[in-house]
């Protein structure tokens, strides 16, 4: 399961390229101030910062399921949290994009964030704190992340995320001059990122509907054993 999870998070990233670039491509671009080290560093902070998001987000849905096999009373929760995945899921499956609640449309661009002359470590920690920005697709792959098997496989779903979506951000400045000549290039974007909501809709859903119904599957199994 953890596997499909990691892969519909990779193509939530590349679908989200053209929306990261857009979003993003001036910040990023402000903090690698033209500097390769600083980019890098920058690159490598924000692999390292949406892994740990991916593994704080599936560590506390794992903990949740665990309380509730100790717990029966939290049981209900852990099914309710369950379902509101389960329903988030088919609305990307079926509409390809976020909620209104989460879609989130304009940013204020902290440009200026790391100056030129800063050193490399600075553009890193920034990198580390992506993980906060303010962003649906972002959220969307954290609520993937959740759906793994414990924090290495929230980790390794973030972790595609952000290896998918980096060479968007990376190549921002050089691409976005480019995508702007492109005939009808926002419906084009807008098609892709749908795709990609659409893909993250499937492994939610699967994720779970997987959860929910292991019990059911399992108990049938030792009925049908018996």
């Given at each position: 399961?953890?596997?499909?999870?990691v892969?519909?998070?990779?193509?939530?990233?590349a679908?989200?390229?053209?929306?990261?670039?857009t979003?993003?491509?001036?910040?990023?671009?402000?903090?690698?101030?033209?500097?390769?080290?600083r980019?890098?560093?920058?690159h490598?902070?924000?692999?390292?910062?949406?892994m740990?998001?991916?593994?704080?987000a599936?560590g506390?849905?794992?903990?949740?399921?665990?309380?509730?096999?100790?717990?029966p009373?939290?049981?209900?929760?852990?099914?309710?949290l369950?379902?509101?995945?389960?329903?988030?899921?088919a609305?990307?499956?079926?509409?390809?994009?976020p909620?209104?609640?989460?879609a989130?449309?304009?940013?204020?661009?902290?440009?200026n964030?790391?100056?030129?002359?800063?050193?490399?470590?600075?553009?890193?920690?920034?990198g580390?704190?992506?993980?906060?920005?303010?962003?649906?697709?972002?959220q969307?792959?954290?609520?993937?992340?959740?759906?793994?098997?414990?924090p290495?496989?929230?980790?390794?779903?973030m972790?595609?995320?952000?290896?998918?979506?980096?060479p968007?951000?990376a190549?921002?400045?050089?691409?976005?001059?480019r995508?702007m000549?492109?005939?009808?290039?926002?419906?084009?974007?807008?098609r892709?990122?749908a795709?990609?909501?659409?893909?993250?809709?499937?492994?939610?859903?699967?994720?779970?509907?997987w959860?929910?119904?292991?019990?059911?599957?399992?108990?049938?199994?030792?009925?049908?054993a018996a």
């Amino acid at each position: 399961m953890t596997t499909a999870l990691v892969l519909a998070g990779f193509a939530l990233g590349a679908a989200a390229s053209p929306h990261c670039m857009t979003m993003c491509g001036a910040a990023c671009a402000s903090l690698g101030g033209g500097c390769r080290r600083r980019a890098g560093a920058f690159h490598v902070g924000r692999l390292f910062g949406y892994m740990a998001g991916g593994a704080v987000a599936a560590g506390g849905v794992a903990l949740l399921g665990a309380w509730s096999s100790a717990a029966p009373a939290l049981r209900p929760w852990w099914m309710l949290l369950h379902l509101a995945m389960l329903a988030l899921g088919a609305w990307w499956l079926v509409t390809g994009r976020p909620p209104g609640l989460l879609a989130r449309h304009g940013t204020d661009v902290p440009v200026n964030f790391v100056k030129r002359g800063r050193p490399p470590v600075a553009a890193a920690v920034a990198g580390v704190g992506w993980v906060l920005w303010p962003c649906a697709t972002l959220q969307g792959g954290l609520l993937l992340a959740a759906l793994a098997e414990g924090p290495i496989g929230g980790a390794l779903v973030m972790g595609a995320f952000a290896l998918a979506s980096t060479p968007a951000l990376a190549a921002a400045p050089w691409a976005w001059s480019r995508l702007m000549r492109i005939p009808a290039a926002g419906q084009r974007r807008a098609r892709i990122e749908a795709f990609g909501w659409r893909i993250a809709g499937f492994g939610v859903v699967l994720a779970s509907g997987w959860a929910l119904g292991a019990g059911i599957w399992q108990r049938a199994w030792a009925w049908c054993a018996a």
